[in-house]
C-alpha cells in the first residue's frame, strides 16, 4: 500500500493584533468544507470541488500537540521538537492512515484568517481541496499564534 504525506506552511505577521487561544473547531470545519464544496484556483492551478471533510479527534489532537510543541519550543516547521514528522504524530495518535497532509500558520487571530491565508497559498490551497482527504482535525496553540491542520484518510477505507 502506497501512503501519501503533503505539507505546506504559511508565515502571517500583524503587529498589535492578539491571538485567540481557543479555536471553534466547528467553525473551522465549516470554513474549510464552504471552500471545498466550489471549484478554485490555488495559484495558478485549477482545482474541483471536493467532499466535505469529517472532523476526527485523532487528527485533532496530533494538531493540537504539534501547534502546542511549536509554541513552546519557540519555532516553525513541519518537523516536531523531538524530529518526528506529520506522519509519526498522526500514528501515534492511533490515526491507520493511507494519505496524510498538514498545513501550518503563524500570526493569524481567528479561524476566518488562518483558512483565508492557506486558501490563498498554492500548496495549502491544495491541500485543503485534495479530494484524497476525507478527515480532518485543527488546533491553535495555547498562546494563539501556531495554526496547524492536518488532513488525512484512513487506510481501510
Request: neutral net charge; aromatic residues 8%; charged residues 25%.
Amino acid at each position: 500500500m502506497q501512503k501519501v504525506l503533503l505539507l505546506g506552511l504559511f508565515i502571517f505577521t500583524a503587529s498589535g493584533v492578539l491571538s485567540q487561544s481557543r479555536m471553534n473547531k466547528e467553525l473551522m470545519l465549516t470554513l474549510v468544507n464552504n471552500a471545498r464544496a466550489n471549484d478554485c484556483k490555488c495559484g495558478s492551478e485549477k482545482q474541483k470541488a471536493a467532499p466535505a471533510l469529517v472532523w476526527d479527534d485523532a487528527l485533532e489532537r496530533a494538531a493540537q500537540k504539534h501547534a502546542n510543541d511549536m509554541a513552546r519550543k519557540k519555532f516553525f516547521s513541519h518537523t516536531g521538537s523531538d524530529k518526528s514528522t506529520l506522519s509519526q504524530r498522526v500514528d501515534r495518535e492511533k490515526f491507520d492512515w493511507s494519505a496524510v497532509g498538514e498545513n501550518i500558520a503563524m500570526g493569524h487571530h481567528d479561524e476566518e484568517m488562518a483558512v483565508d491565508g492557506w486558501m490563498k497559498s498554492p500548496g495549502h490551497c491544495k491541500n485543503i481541496m485534495n479530494p484524497d482527504f476525507k478527515y480532518m482535525g485543527a488546533a491553535v496553540s495555547s498562546n494563539g499564534q501556531y495554526w496547524v491542520q492536518v488532513f488525512a484518510d484512513k487506510a481501510d477505507e
